[in-house]
């Protein structure tokens, strides 16, 4: 239910690439974890999905000669980064 933004730019040799919601967030204790099959935050309300998003977004990311992490930032939501080979 959260718009999202995405961005791209340059970074030595490399893109990078954000991914921004704003909807609740990951809180900090589950960050660690989040790249791990079959993870996910507990929350009131039921979830769909079995864990496996950004298990197999890590996966093809680090098969690409990229990085992908959690930015830390103020505020609602979170922020998804990656950095892949930026093309000859």
């Known amino acids: 239910?959260?718009?999202?933004?995405?961005?791209a730019s340059p970074l030595d040799g490399l893109v990078r690439i954000r991914v921004q919601d704003k909807a609740d967030g990951i809180p900090p204790?589950?960050?660690a974890h989040v790249f791990e099959?079959?993870?996910?935050?507990?929350?009131a309300?039921?979830?769909r999905g079995a864990g496996l998003g950004l298990a197999?977004?890590?996966g093809v990311?680090?098969?690409h000669g990229g990085t992908i992490w959690i930015e830390q930032h103020r505020g609602p939501g979170t922020t998804?980064?990656?950095?892949l080979p930026a093309a000859d």
Do not use: Y
């Open 37 to 43: 099959a079959f993870r996910q935050v507990s929350r």
């Open 80 to 83: 998804i980064v990656f950095t």
């Open 56 to 58: 197999i977004c890590k």
């Open 29 to 31: 204790q589950h960050r």
């Open 61 to 63: 990311v680090e098969a």
């Open 45 to 47: 309300k039921p979830q």
């Open 1 to 7: 239910g959260s718009s999202i933004i995405l961005s």
